[in-house]
Each structure stands twice: as C-alpha cells, then as structure tokens.
C-alpha cells in the first residue's frame, strides 16, 4: 500500500487522513448534539422541578405557620388559665387568712375572758 501511495503521490494518505479527520468530526459533531439534548433535557427537568418546588412553599409554610399559631395559642390559652387559678388561689388564701384571724381573735379573746373570771 505505501508503493501505491508513493506512486501516485502521497494521495491515497492524504486522504485517508481527510476521511479520518472528517469522521472525527462527524462523530464529534454527533456526541456534541446528543450531549446539548441531554442537558436541554436536563435543563428543562431542573426548570420543572424548580417551579415545583417553588410553588410547594406557601402551602408548606401556611401549614408551619398554622401549626405554630395553634401552639402559640395553646399556650396562652393555658397562661390565662394558670393566672386565672393563682387570682381564685390568692382570694381562698386571703378568705381563709380572713378565718383564721377571727378564730384567732375569737380565741384570744375568749382566753382573755376566762383568765378574768369571765367564763361566758
């Protein structure tokens, strides 16, 4: 074949090298346009999932925001309780302060009597 190629001038070689170049390209030129349509695909698939996503967040965080309030809610509502029972607690305590200073004085009272002679 290099006889050939000598004879008629380094032809055969010259372009054999060209059809290997150009299927170089060829294939080249195929890779690179699959490689662009799978990203496009990828792109496109990313885009979708990104507005997917984005359009999951009010409700996501109306929920967490929701949930939040409830507890929040829950705990004041039970602060008013808690308050609401120390307010009737310190009212029972005032009254039975109230009680136990009248029998104290009631006591008082009659021991003073029955150590002056006053039994009544």
């Not at 074949?1 to 070689?13: C, L, P, R």
């Not at 979708?48 to 705990?75: E, F, H, I, Q, Y």
């Amino acid at each position: 074949s290099s006889g050939i190629n000598a004879e008629y001038g380094g032809w055969f070689q010259h372009n054999t090298i060209s059809y290997n170049t150009n299927q170089n390209n060829t294939m080249f030129s195929k890779l690179l346009k699959e490689h662009q349509a799978k990203q496009s695909v990828i792109r496109e698939e990313n885009e979708r999932l990104r507005k997917v996503a984005v359009n999951s967040v009010p409700p996501v965080t109306s929920g967490l925001v929701d949930s939040v309030n409830g507890g929040v809610a829950a705990v004041f509502a039970n602060q008013r309780k808690l308050e609401a029972e120390a307010r009737n607690l310190q009212q029972v305590s005032k009254k039975e302060d109230n009680v136990f200073f009248f029998i104290r004085f009631f006591l008082l009272f009659k021991m003073q009597h029955m150590n002056n002679g006053n039994y009544h």
